[in-house]
């Protein structure tokens, strides 16, 4: 088993992964009761997805039964551009910039599964990328791949927080890693005191309905919520300002996967421009990208509050 699980964590960082863990697929007793309290208060707004399957969400063997071991993986994102300050323009969140991650991330994940079959031809095993009902957070956090956050992303001490999460299940036994990674925000508040519409209700905690990024992307009302409209900063789709002013992203470094650098050199995209996009013009610039979460009117949504905002002068 040891000699099994050192090639597949060769294998995952030759593939370009920052972090490999590996752990026993059990039940997660304590974190299963704070996703339940975090669903009661209401915090995940009008994504009722959540509250669908949270049995499968505490325990993966419902979702591929016979799993036994779980691989957690962390891609690095980062890439060293800047936002337009210009306020015709709306800012793009730094994960949506390039290629849509699920398909990159997917994509990696396939070619180490086939790996894992080479070396057991008995294994076999389930790609998941965020749309499984799985807490991804929770198994990178038991797999040490880094620590939960204040603002509830997970941080790694080689990539800070700009990373994404992907997992294999396998209904084989492996080497499995003990150690998790120590808390280390400590004391800091630095992305709870900067996020401009509070949505970090307290350390840990995000409410989505406060949320830019929520009603930037998951939100399908007419209108976005004028409390959060009023107070957007730029933000055309997601929002990164409490992983911007993390202490901890510092220590970011450049991703060498090309596919995460901005699509046409675009970080924030031009208001006019997006409110007189065709469909046509939306699928072409669009494809492949994670942007399309929002759909055409929902960018154009977007757009009309940002210009609102700055025609008023806000």
């Known amino acids: 088993m040891r000699e099994l699980s050192q090639k597949i964590k060769t294998t995952a960082v030759e593939l370009g992964f920052g972090r490999v863990g590996i752990v026993p697929v059990t039940p997660l007793d304590v974190e299963t009761p704070r996703l339940l309290d975090w669903l009661t208060s209401g915090n995940n707004g009008r994504m009722a997805w959540l509250e669908r399957e949270t049995a499968k969400r505490a325990d993966p063997s419902m979702i591929f039964p016979g799993a036994l071991s779980m691989i957690v993986v962390a891609q690095n994102y980062f890439t060293p551009h800047k936002h337009s300050s210009n306020p015709t323009q709306g800012k793009i969140s730094r994960y949506a910039w390039g290629d849509d991650y699920h398909d990159v991330v997917r994509e990696k994940l396939v070619k180490l599964l086939a790996r ?20 991804e957070k929770a198994w990178a956090v038991r797999a040490g791949v880094g620590w939960l956050g204040k603002h509830s992303n997970v941080i790694t001490t080689d990539h800070g ?118 469909h046509e013009e939306y699928v072409e610039r669009f494809r492949r990208s994670a942007m399309k979460r929002a759909k055409l009117g929902g960018l154009k949504r977007n757009a009309s509050a940002l210009r609102k905002q700055y025609l008023e002068g806000g």
């Open 161 to 278: 927080s700009w990373v994404f999460l992907g997992e294999i299940i396998l209904d084989i036994e492996l080497e499995y890693d003990t150690e998790t990674v120590d808390d280390h925000c400590g004391t800091c508040t630095a992305c709870i005191d900067a996020c401009p519409t509070d949505a970090i209700t307290q350390p840990y905690v995000v409410d989505s309905r406060r949320c830019i990024s929520y009603a930037t992307i998951e939100l399908r009302d007419e209108n976005i919520p004028t409390e959060i409209a009023s107070n957007l900063e730029g933000w055309l789709y997601g929002c990164d300002i409490c992983q911007d002013v993390c202490p901890w992203n510092r220590f970011a470094k450049p991703s060498k996967e090309d596919r995460f650098e901005p699509r046409d050199d675009e970080t924030s995209v031009d208001l006019d421009r997006l409110l007189s996009m065709t």
């Open 116 to 135: 894992i079959k080479e070396l057991n031809p008995e294994a076999n095993g389930k790609i998941c990328v965020d749309t499984t009902p799985i807490m």
